[in-house]
């Protein structure tokens, strides 16, 4: 291989390269909590006993589960305008188009953790007398989140690589300036070599950290 790598391109665009990397890690950090909170709030609607309540939820998830991440943010950010004549800035934007993305896959890992509370634990809940909000929020919740750990934090890496699909609504996160940094300085393979980088140095801290959890909660159900 003759091709020689050059990363003295750095010079002078350091700053916007990590201008691009605070961008990113706004859209996963928000998407992520909007993910965990709506998530748990979507998984009870498709478990409610109301149809009105429980159909439209469970075509919510089918919807983000079965179209491309991709589409949906090219959907968000040129159909939301023109259908309802208002403009919500591109980082927001993103975010909620993320985080409802995200939302989806949260809510079937949060059923998951719902149905794996043991019937004898709901029993308890109405032999105490607590009430329906009590039950979800101190049995049923820290149950179901700890069944479901694993999974919202593989969905939460995901997060972080999909936020790089912002970059084609021109959102200036880090695909979208190592873009046009690879364009500007004719240096594409260091350019494009340095963002995989980042992803990767962001995404195996997390990733080791779902083996951790993953490997503790088999212990504790071993038990």
Known sequence: ???HFDF???????????????????L???????????????????MS????????????IEFFRCTPALLQIVWFFYCIPMMF??????????????????TAFNAEAYRAGVQAV???????????GLRPWQRTLYVVLPQA????TPILMTNGIGALQQSALVAIVAVGDLMYVGTRLATETYRPLETYTLVAL??????????????LVERRHDLAMQR
């Open 1 to 3: 291989m003759s091709y």
């Open 8 to 26: 003295g391109f750095l010079n002078g665009n350091l700053d916007t390269l990590l201008s691009g990397l605070k961008i990113t890690l706004e």
């Open 28 to 46: 996963t950090i928000a998407s992520n909590l909007l993910g965990l909170i709506l998530g748990f709030l979507l998984c009870l609607t498709t």
């Open 49 to 60: 006993r109301r149809a009105f309540l429980r159909w439209p939820a469970q075509m919510f």
């Open 85 to 102: 004549d208002f403009f919500i800035a591109p980082v927001p934007l993103g975010i909620l188009a993320l985080g409802l993305n995200l």
């Open 118 to 128: 043991p019937k004898e634990h709901l029993d308890a809940c109405v032999a105490l």
């Open 145 to 148: 989140l700890r069944t479901a």
């Open 198 to 211: 980042i992803y990767f140095a962001l995404s195996i801290p997390v990733s080791q950290l779902v083996r």
